[in-house]
């Protein structure tokens, strides 16, 4: 539907339309995880919309930007009939690129329903794709009050901690959706392996670092070596000492490093032998 602006329109200029006549954007919504809007159905019921919706002008088009919820509410509304009448959507213009847009939704809903933890992580990974931010721009626009070395410490780390959610699997994304997945576990959990973050999370049980730490299988260079016995090496050593100083003779003889490679296994097997009579 074609929109008639008018020429003196200004910023938060007040329109009304039904829900059918908006565009709607999922990907402008900035939720994957919709929330609850029982109550916002309720109160719009009872008072009516208090606030209005934020739209922008797509080829005369009105596009929804932001109160994805209440565009919802009132659509229910509407489809069951519950104020007996049709309502229209209040909506308030901004003039506003789709990238601004998608700031301006964030901000939004920064101020109502919380995101989930998912929801962010898409949005920042948008806002470093797509509108080509850096992670300090993304820090600042999230979280605008820190300013101090340890709140910006914090805040680098709640920005890792979303970003990590992306390399989740989609069982290891539901145990997030869930609840079951602390914050402090989704970075260790999203470098296990596809099998390793299915494992992790198959019994149902809330998952901390601690448990992903515990769960994952150690590498070689992780596991823990028991340290070489000191007479174990100084036993070695001695060989291999006598092994090189025969190798550099100028009178080598194959025959003296074969016996001294004969005496180097005699020598550990009766080594080992000692130990297993301990």
Partial sequence: MAVEWKDSHKRASEYKFYPEQLIIKPELNGRTDLPNIDHIVADIVKRGQSTPVTIRNENNRPVLVAGFSRFRAISYINEHNLLGVKIPVRCSFMKLTEAESIIVNIQENACRNPTTALDDANNIKRLINVLQMSEEEVITLYK????????????????????????????ATEAVRDGRV?????????????????????????????????????????????????????????????????????????????????????????????????
Avoid at 182 to 205: C, D, I, R, W, Y
């Fill in 144 to 171: 605008p009050t820190a300013k101090t070395p340890e709140e910006l410490k914090e805040a680098r780390k709640w920005l890792k901690e979303r970003l990590a959610l992306l390399d989740l699997t989609k069982e």
């Fill in 182 to 278: 602390k914050p402090n576990a989704t970075q260790a959990l999203a470098k296990l392996t596809t099998e390793q973050q299915k494992s992790a999370v198959a019994n149902g049980a809330t998952i901390t670092r601690k448990d992903v730490v515990r769960a994952k299988p150690k590498t070689v260079s992780e596991a823990s070596v028991t340290k070489p016995d000191p007479e174990l090496l100084r036993r070695v050593n001695k060989l291999l000492e006598d092994v090189t100083g025969i190798i550099d003779s100028p009178e080598y003889v194959e025959e003296k490093y074969v016996e001294v490679e004969i005496k180097l296994i005699q020598d550990i097997r009766e080594y080992i032998d000692g130990l297993k009579r301990k």
